[in-house]
């Protein structure tokens, strides 16, 4: 039996009972919604793509036509080719409801305008080539310069501009050259190559060393199915898990490759996992518990998040202390909690235990970061409407 007289003694469960409580107190209304329908059998995660390299090129315009009107009693009615149409832009839109770059192929290329025609008509133009990319999408040139910051939604960026269509005979004839027999060419598109990158993967990241429990801890939160093992170093690539709550509020949560001491310096795979950190609304600490001085995991993984990010250790952050099924763990606990001096939150993932503080404390952070936003879109609705009524 987890957390009972037998295994652990009084004083445990009463700490235990009071880091919970304080969780509690400030606990929202709304509760995690229960799966009903039974989670899927198979034991394979997609872990999603953060990074592309795409080369994009935008639509030729149409070229220009050379004809000349004739009509009945008329066969030099002059000149009606017309222009030709534009090409189709590279677009890259924010979707909210997409989470990964797996879709992006290494190539785009956006239709070509149609060519104008006799009797002043001019070609079609091409439709813009629309592609839908996650909140937090960041373009790099080949440079390394940083293009365009995707952070909001309904986000548009125009990659590549597709060519202006060419005019027709019709538009260079004048009163000195009444027949003219030149047309425009069409543009070409623009051609550009662009490294695609994705920050903002979650609203919460869980962070922790190798073999800390985190994906554990996400199978047991959400219904992400990582993979799990005995070792380190298990999970290479980040997975995403989405909770679910019973407004149908959903909030997503990252399990990022165990971080080692030096990442800062781009040891190991450093900077591929801490730029995802470093938009999270909230940050999660997994700590074993089971380990040698648990507390110390806490003081290097706050290090290496500041010296890559100053600030970024202050983030809203919990601290979980996972394996405290475990004997060790146990008894590491109330040291834990003396050395840290911070709220811990002791959770077995493994049997799924203690999980309703975790869930609260994402749930209220979700809520201050939207109330935060709605705050300020009104505000600026404010300014916009009261700067109207000065202009008029």
Not at 74 to 88: E, L, V, Y
Not at 200 to 208: D, N, S, W
Not at 319 to 342: F, H, S, T, W, Y
Request: net charge positive; with cysteine.
């Amino acid at each position: 039996m987890f957390l009972t007289e037998k295994v652990v003694g009084r004083h445990l469960v009463e700490l235990i009972g009071r880091t919970t409580a304080q969780f509690r107190r400030e606990s929202t209304a709304v509760k995690p919604k229960r799966w009903k329908k039974p989670r899927s059998s198979r034991d394979t995660a997609r872990p999603f793509v953060d990074y592309r390299r795409v080369l994009m090129q935008a639509g030729d315009g149409g070229d220009g036509n050379i004809s000349f009107l004739r009509v009945f009693c008329n066969a030099w009615a002059g000149p009606d080719g017309g222009d030709g149409g534009n090409g189709g832009h590279v677009i890259f839109k924010v979707d909210a409801n997409m989470m990964s770059l797996e879709h992006l192929k290494p190539m785009y290329k956006a239709a070509n305008g149609m060519k104008g025609s006799n009797k002043d008509c001019n070609g079609g133009n091409a439709e813009h080539l629309i592609i839908k990319v996650p909140m937090g999408t960041v373009f790099f040139d080949e440079g390394g310069s940083m293009v365009c910051d995707l952070k909001k939604k309904e986000d548009v960026f125009v990659a590549t501009r597709g060519g202006a269509g060419g005019k027709g005979n019709h538009y260079f004839a004048s009163n000195e050259n009444r027949a003219p027999y030149i047309a425009e060419e069409g543009a070409i598109g623009e051609k550009k190559l662009l490294h695609v990158e994705l920050r903002t993967i979650a609203h919460a990241g869980l962070v922790g060393f190798p073999n800390a429990g985190k994906s554990t801890l996400l199978r047991a939160i959400s219904r992400a199915r990582p993979r799990v093992a005995a070792y380190p170093f298990t999970t290479r690539n980040p997975h995403v898990g989405i909770i679910e709550y019973e407004d149908y509020e959903q909030i997503s949560v990252a399990d990022i490759p165990g971080l080692i001491r030096g990442a800062h310096k781009n040891r190991g795979l450093g900077y591929s996992f801490l730029k995802h950190i470093e938009r999270c609304n909230c940050l999660v600490y997994v700590l074993d518990a089971s380990a040698s001085m648990p507390w110390t995991q806490l003081e290097d993984l706050q290090y290496e998040l500041e010296c890559y990010s100053p600030g970024l250790s202050h983030v809203p952050h919990a601290v979980i202390a996972n394996k405290v099924d475990l004997g060790r763990g146990l008894a590491n606990l109330p040291l834990l909690q003396e050395k840290i001096g911070i709220p811990v939150i002791p959770v077995s993932a493994k049997y799924k235990q203690n999980m309703e503080p975790l869930l609260e404390f994402l749930r209220r952070e979700y809520d201050k970061v939207t109330l935060r936003e709605r705050t300020n879109v009104g505000m600026f609705s404010t300014v916009s409407s009261s700067g109207d009524s000065k202009l008029k």
